[in-house]
C-alpha cells in the first residue's frame, strides 16, 4: 500500500520538528549543568527559565516560569525550566505535547 506524497511530508515534517525540540533541549540541559554552580549560587530550590544559553529569569516555581516563557512569546523547544538544585538533587523529566497519559 502506497501513501499519498502529502502525508509523507507530513510525518517527515513532524518528525524534524520534534528531532529540532529535543536537540535543542539537549543542548540548553548541557549548557545548564555546565554552568550549574554559577547559576544556582543564591537561588536554590527557585526554577531558572534558560533560552540560547542564557539566563532569562528565576522564578518561585516551575508554572510562574512557564507563564513568563508564555508571556515572552517562547514557542515549544526554545527555552527550557530547570529547577535550581545540585547535581545530586537532579531528575531530567522530558514534556513532550505529542504524549498524553490518561485514563
Known sequence: ????PVFLL?????YGVLW?????????????DKNRDSIIVDHLKECVL???N???????DTDTA????QNS????????IQDCVTDEEDTMMYYNQAVCFGS
Open 50 to 52: 534558560l533560552k540560547d
Open 20 to 32: 529540532y525540540i529535543m536537540t535543542n533541549l539537549d543542548d540548553l540541559y548541557r549548557w545548564f
Open 1 to 4: 500500500m502506497a501513501f499519498p
Open 73 to 80: 512569546g517562547f514557542t515549544m523547544g526554545d527555552f527550557l
Open 66 to 69: 512557564l507563564s513568563a516563557a
Open 10 to 14: 507530513d510525518i517527515l515534517l513532524y
Open 54 to 60: 542564557a539566563v532569562v529569569g528565576y522564578y518561585p
